[in-house]
């Protein structure tokens, strides 16, 4: 049990379009989610916690108005990344929880910008 | 910035040496995790330690948490070519489900047949 997937696995796409990654949570309600960005040989870093029917909590840094996200239900998180420039070409996981310590993490959706 | 501190950056060793990775943290903790990542790929749950416990085992792993050096390290016995990874601690400070991880830099582990 405890699956997150997300989706798609990789897109390419022209700089200044908007590009839509999902995540879900497949066999459990996931009370919060979280959405990481990692670039090559670096380690996660936090962009933003979403819980289910209210607003995201964005990382200092993090700008919500190019990383929309939205947490429509327990087990659907979506990131869409507005304006997408070839500096936002990034390794984005997501993460869900359902319990007080362990987060449970997708595969990663890898996105690069042409 | 980032919570974590992890030693070594990268770590090459013969398959059935033990591999030990060393993260460091700089605030007070709830508990700790450490994860595994193959390139390019998710992030694996291999193991979490409680603010309240010092040392804890699962199958061929051994980690260890001194909350009063704020250190933790992680031991790989009888490594495996397969346990080439990149391994990260991370730090939760919350109790809810909503408790955000701070991730370390990562240690790269290749382990040579």
């Known amino acids: 049990g405890a699956v997150v997937s997300q989706h798609p696995s990789r897109v390419i796409c022209k700089s200044g379009t908007s590009v839509k990654i999902e995540c879900r949570s497949l066999?459990?309600?996931?009370?919060?989610m979280f959405w990481y960005r990692q670039f090559p040989k670096q380690s996660l870093m936090l962009m933003a916690t979403?819980?289910?029917?209210?607003?995201?909590?964005?990382e200092q840094g993090v700008e919500k108005d190019k990383f929309l996200i939205n947490h429509a239900s327990l087990t659907l998180s979506t990131l869409t990344v507005t304006s997408a420039h070839p500096e936002d070409s990034s390794f984005y996981i997501c993460?869900?929880?359902?319990?007080?310590?362990?987060?449970?993490f997708g595969p990663g959706t890898r996105l690069t910008v042409t | 910035s980032q919570q974590g501190e992890e030693d070594p950056q990268a770590l090459s060793i013969q398959e059935g040496e033990n591999a030990t990775m060393n993260c460091s943290y700089k605030?007070?903790?709830?508990?700790l995790q450490w994860y595994r990542q193959n390139s390019g790929r998710g992030l694996v749950h291999l193991i979490l330690?409680?603010?309240?416990?010092r040392e804890k085992h699962s199958g061929r792993l051994r980690v260890t948490l001194d909350t009063s050096k704020k250190s933790s390290s992680l031991l790989i016995t009888a490594s495996r070519a397969a346990d080439t990874a990149s391994y990260f601690c991370?730090?939760?400070?919350?109790?809810?489900?909503?408790?955000?991880?701070?991730f370390g830099e990562g240690t790269q582990l290749t382990v040579n047949p």
């Open positions: 993460s869900a929880s359902k319990d007080i310590y362990e987060q449970y």
């Open positions: 605030t007070s903790i709830n508990n």
């Open positions: 330690i409680r603010s309240n416990e």
């Open positions: 066999d459990f309600q996931a009370t919060t």
């Open positions: 979403s819980n289910e029917g209210s607003k995201a909590t964005y």
């Open positions: 991370a730090t939760g400070v919350g109790e809810t489900s909503g408790s955000r991880l701070t």
